[in-house]
């Protein structure tokens, strides 16, 4: 499995943004799918996961009513539409797959797509 993700820029705060990740290989229902972001000098954190077949989305609290996950079956592709940026959304932001049920902990994904920069300016 291959996950390419998409999408990043430079925006200024209030902008939006939709990130792509385009999934190679076979997806099953029993899939769930993951965006993370790393901001400079910080851990790694959840913004959002859902299953495949678009069940369990499940949002950190600082993106939940800004951010929205979503999938095109037909693509195979994983978007995570981001409204009303803000300057501390700034992050290298990675998509990624697991069997299993959305989770909010990276280390439970073992397939990582490159990494997309969203870069929001105040």
């Known amino acids: 499995v291959q996950l390419q993700a998409s999408g990043g820029g430079l925006v200024q705060a209030g902008a939006s943004l939709r990130l792509s990740c385009a999934v190679s290989?076979?997806?099953?229902?029993?899939?769930?799918m993951g965006w993370f972001r790393q901001a400079p000098g910080k851990y790694r954190e959840f913004v959002a996961a859902?299953?495949?077949?678009?069940?369990?989305?499940r949002y950190q609290d600082s993106v939940k009513g800004r951010f929205a996950i979503s999938r095109d079956t037909a693509k195979n592709t994983v978007f995570l539409q981001m409204d009303s940026l803000k300057p501390e959304d700034t992050a290298v932001y990675y998509c990624?797959?697991?069997?299993?049920?959305?989770?909010?902990?990276?280390?439970?994904?073992?397939?990582w797509g490159q990494g997309t920069l969203v870069t929001v300016s105040s």
């Open positions: 990624a797959r697991r069997v299993g049920s959305p989770v909010t902990s990276d280390v439970e994904y073992p397939d």
């Open positions: 290989g076979r997806t099953f229902s029993s899939t769930s």
């Open positions: 859902m299953r495949w077949n678009g069940g369990n989305p």
